[in-house]
């Protein structure tokens, strides 16, 4: 067996350590806005839920219970605005970078196998690839891809890194197009509460998959809607031929949910007032670091939605890593992202009002 080194990339954020030690010794303390990591409480109501299940001496269910299913199907109806949600068509995980690592391998995915992906993304994408020894390659536009041996295609919008959202138009042709070629779509939706200047569409709604889920699966998450990052709380939706499989896979990998989280995230998915509070939230620092940037001498590009600023000074995005982190300001480098965002870096909205009002002076 080959070593864990020559099957998976260097681990990314490894890389930035010097530059995280820089910004610390900044006499304000460092403003981290490199890893999008929620920082705000944990609201009262899912707090509350979590701990009126702690006491659950038993195993959970990979399926999840009745409550968490319905709950599952009912936002993603009212959400989403699909139809016809039943309990087959929904399956709890364990956070959604699990299920990005190792959904190629759950697939029977392997050497000759084909995964795409956004030409600028996360790199799980390419992780799960190589976990699973399948062949993997980037795109600008899926439609452009040689279907032959392509098993696996990625969408991702909102985008992370990017903030870019497909319109609904561009998301129908895909899934055309996916379907014309027997092309399985995965399509990561974990920011679509969070569009700021566009409405994210998920391909589960009608006027996409012409209301027949076949062969398309979405993947969404609360570690950003509810902050729920710490209870690893996520799901799939989309097609029951899929989602099955995986289903039995997971029951035999023990691969489940906690109990009281399963509780937590009923509550979470009941509740909107919590979410459009931390939208809220999230607003109002997007504006205070978008300005800042533009005033400090950025370009802000894509950046419609999710709960980064894609931004440039049109430099190496290393020196740009350099130059923010002598301002006590760390942020993560375009490159880790893929090739193209050589030259950019991806600000994160994800600290206190108090350190972004720091970065904010410090930029001007």
Same mark, same amino acid.
């Given at each position: ?13 490894? $890389?930035?350590?010097?530059?995280? $030690? ?23 109501? @899912? ?31 009212? *959400? ?12 709890? @995980? ?75 138009? %561009?998301?129908?042709?895909? #899934? ?6 027997? #092309?399985?779509?995965? +399509?990561?939706?974990?920011?679509? %509460?969070?569009?700021? %200047?566009?409405?994210?569409?998920? #391909? ?11 062969? @398309? ?33 997971? $029951? ?62 049109? %430099? +190496? ?43 904010? @002076? *410090?930029?001007?």
């Amino acid at each position: 067996m080959s070593a864990v080194s020559d099957r998976l990339p260097t681990f990314p954020w490894d $890389k930035l350590e010097p530059y995280k $030690k820089t910004a610390t010794a900044h006499p304000g303390g460092i403003v981290d806005l490199s890893v999008g990591t929620p920082v705000d409480p944990v609201p009262d109501l @899912i707090q509350k839920a979590l701990i009126d299940a702690a006491d659950s001496p038993g195993y959970p269910t990979v399926w999840g219970t009745p409550a968490l299913r319905d709950a599952l199907t009912g936002w993603v109806e009212r *959400r989403l605005g699909a139809r016809d949600v039943t309990h087959r068509h929904v399956l709890p @995980i364990v956070g959604s970078k699990e299920l990005v690592a190792w959904l190629p391998t759950h697939l029977g995915l392997g050497p000759g196998d084909r995964v795409a992906y956004p030409r600028l993304a996360y790199p799980t994408y390419e992780v799960g690839a190589r976990l699973a020894r399948a062949d993997y390659e980037v795109y600008d536009d899926p439609r452009d891809l040689d279907p032959a041996g392509l098993k696996l295609l990625w969408l991702n919008s909102p985008s992370n890194p990017t903030g870019k959202v497909l319109s609904k138009q %561009e998301l129908t042709e895909t #899934v055309a197009w996916a379907r014309e070629h027997g #092309v399985l779509i995965f +399509s990561d939706e974990c920011y679509l %509460e969070l569009g700021w %200047e566009a409405d994210p569409v998920s #391909v589960l709604h009608p006027d996409v998959n012409g209301g027949s889920y076949d062969g @398309i699966v979405a993947v969404h998450s609360l570690s950003k809607r509810s902050n729920l990052a710490g209870y690893r709380a996520a799901f799939l939706a989309g097609d029951p031929a899929v989602l099955a499989p995986l289903l039995e896979i997971r $029951k035999h990998g023990g691969m489940m949910t906690s109990a009281p989280t399963q509780a937590a995230v009923v509550a979470a998915l009941s509740d909107d007032t919590h979410v459009q509070e931390q939208r809220d939230r999230y607003k109002a620092r997007r504006t205070l670091l978008r300005e800042a940037l533009t005033g400090h001498g950025f370009r802000i590009e894509h950046s419609e939605a999710s709960l980064y600023l894609w931004a440039t000074r049109d %430099e +190496s995005c290393w020196d740009t890593v350099a130059h923010l982190a002598d301002l006590g300001i760390l942020v993560a480098p375009g490159d880790f992202y893929g090739e193209a965002g050589a030259n950019f870096v991806r600000v994160a909205l994800t600290a206190t009002d108090e350190r972004v009002r720091a970065a904010v @002076i *410090r930029l001007r």
